[in-house]
């Protein structure tokens, strides 16, 4: 079964620094999605992602998701607090004969940014 | 903005007792599903519905947990009996389809504290 790691799993910047967050599949990812979490709540979502190469950015944040379609970065430039939560990545994944539209996630990265 | 409902937002049980969750999809979202989320870790499939008919419940603990989506729109999630490894957050999301180009989007969750 596929499964997707990120890295790090937690991560403290300094408000204004940059900062990257991985997310790698143990297989060709078909659909990567990037969620964002407050703690206690919903997910948020951020991008989407399908071919190889591609990269969409909103606002300071940007993702892409390499050629050989097995790894996707999260950017996020000029760090503020209001980036602070928990950043997942979902894939689609395979069920039986076909996709089912199902997602798969990462563990997670959790983002703290100091004032 | 059309947004995913869940009701209620938290609950505490005792251990042994029935819970039910409660989800209203974006209208005129064909697809919903529900997750679990265990603190720490990214969500997981438990049912998949496309309009009233279960596309995936291979991750259903059948012999406690029970789904619904009589007409299609609303859904409820059951567990009978609760038992402390219920303790989760229960996410309900929502799609136009299945072809895994659509967005999942999530509602508020349900926190679950099994005593």
């Known amino acids: 079964s596929q499964e997707l790691e990120q890295s790090p799993q937690s991560l403290i910047v300094q408000e204004g620094k940059n900062l990257t967050i991985n997310c790698t599949s143990s297989k060709t990812l078909y659909g990567l999605y990037w969620y964002k979490q407050k703690y206690g709540e919903g997910l948020i979502f951020l991008m989407m992602l399908q071919k190889g190469g591609e990269e969409k950015s909103h606002e300071k944040i940007t993702a892409k998701l390499d050629e050989k379609k097995q790894q996707s970065s999260l950017h996020i430039t000029a760090s503020q607090p209001s980036h602070a939560g928990i950043y997942l990545c979902?894939?689609?994944?395979?069920?039986?004969?076909?996709?089912?539209?199902?997602?798969?996630f990462g563990q997670g990265t959790t983002l703290q940014v100091k004032p | 903005e059309a947004e995913v409902a869940q009701s209620p937002r938290y609950k505490i049980t005792e251990k042994s007792q029935a819970v039910a969750f409660w989800c209203d999809p974006i209208s005129g979202h064909a697809t919903l599903y529900w997750y679990r989320q265990i603190l720490g870790q990214g969500p997981e499939l438990l049912v998949q519905?496309?309009?009233?008919?279960?596309?995936?419940d291979s991750q259903l603990p059948k012999d406690r947990f029970s789904a619904e989506r009589l007409k299609g729109v609303d859904s409820t999630l059951k567990i009978q009996p609760a038992e402390l490894g219920d303790s989760a957050m229960y996410l309900c999301?929502?799609?136009?389809?299945?072809?895994?180009?659509?967005?999942?989007?999530f509602g508020p969750g349900t926190r679950l504290l099994v005593l």
């Open positions: 979902g894939a689609g994944a395979s069920h039986g004969s076909g996709n089912t539209g199902k997602l798969i």
């Open positions: 519905f496309q309009d009233e008919s279960v596309v995936d």
């Open positions: 999301a929502s799609s136009l389809g299945t072809s895994g180009k659509e967005t999942q989007y």
